[in-house]
């Protein structure tokens, strides 16, 4: 199988997988908004028979995309899972895995905040069913070709965030996201990079820009005029020419590059916006999350 038909086999098959609360029902609704047959909650036994409905269409005009939302938190259906996709590849299909996760933090407050308890949590805290899940599932994520950290993010940053990944314009062979953060919030746990812009001043102390962000023109202008930005961006840009060439050759279609300062609203957020512009070409296409703007 060419290159091109790994690619468009793996974006015409999507599992979605993840963490209990780490938004895949948000993941599925933004994907079903954008033209796929979206079957929730689905056994991975019938993940083959899924495939067999993609192949009795697979060479009409309105050929469906299927993304098949799979809960596989326990063993039992952990063992089916990976038999299931097996079968799946037996019959020429490359599935994609997407992994949602979010930190334990993260997770407790939103069960909490819904005053839902954790499947697996049984008698004990809230935090055991999450810590209980986490184990169960270390193996699958560590197979997932897409890992999404939706930790710091709302439903409606969740969806930005996943909307280019599975548009119906296939375009660019890789999509590229600069995501901002601050450090006092976390590291993304789906950063592939990690930069650090706390090397430069912080705009939060010139009294004019404290209350702006980076994307206004005064705070952009600020930090990429200060010592070393520019530097930093054609190194970045040099760094990732050989990474994304071989991102394209091994058909890998999503990366993340993570931009942190302190609180992720100055230094962060116009480096992000500079890099996005820099690194975007007709194979890449590179779209904005910012994480932490807005939180302080």
């Not at 997770?107 to 986490?134: A, N």
């Not at 404290?210 to 961006?233: C, I, K, M, W, Y």
């Amino acid at each position: 199988m060419s290159e091109d038909a790994a690619q468009a086999s793996a974006a015409d098959f999507v599992i979605v997988t993840g963490m209990s609360g780490a938004g895949r029902t948000t993941a599925a609704n933004v994907m079903e908004d954008q033209g796929w047959y979206v079957v929730d909650n689905l056994p991975p036994q019938l993940l083959p028979s899924m495939a067999e409905l993609g192949d009795q269409t697979r060479d009409t005009v309105h050929a469906i995309k299927i993304a098949a939302v799979v809960d596989v938190r326990s063993k039992q259906f952990f063992a089916a899972f990976e038999g299931a996709v097996q079968q799946l590849r037996d019959k020429g299909w490359t599935p994609q895995l997407v992994f949602l996760d979010a930190t334990d933090e993260a997770l407790v407050r939103r069960f909490e905040s819904v005053r839902r308890p954790h499947p697996l949590q049984g008698e004990g805290r809230l935090l055991d069913g999450i810590q209980r899940e986490r184990e169960v599932l270390r193996d699958l994520r560590s197979r997932a070709q897409i890992v999404i950290d939706t930790s710091g993010l709302n439903v409606h940053q969740l969806a930005r965030k996943v909307s280019p990944l599975f548009g119906q314009n296939r375009g660019p062979a890789l999509r590229l996201a600069l995501l901002s953060f601050g450090f006092k919030y976390g590291v993304p746990l789906d950063a592939d990079f990690v930069f650090d812009m706390r090397f430069l001043p912080n705009p939060f102390w010139v009294p004019e820009l404290r209350n702006l962000d980076g994307r206004d023109p005064e705070v952009s202008d600020h930090v990429l005029g200060q010592t070393g930005a520019e530097e930093f961006l054609d190194r970045v840009v040099g760094l990732m020419e050989p990474v994304t060439r071989g991102y394209l050759s091994e058909g890998r279609r999503y990366a993340t590059l993570a931009i942190g300062c302190t609180g992720g609203k100055h230094r962060s957020v116009a480096m992000s916006e500079a890099l996005a512009e820099r690194l975007r070409t007709d194979r890449i296409d590179t779209f904005l999350v910012h994480r932490d703007l807005g939180r302080e």
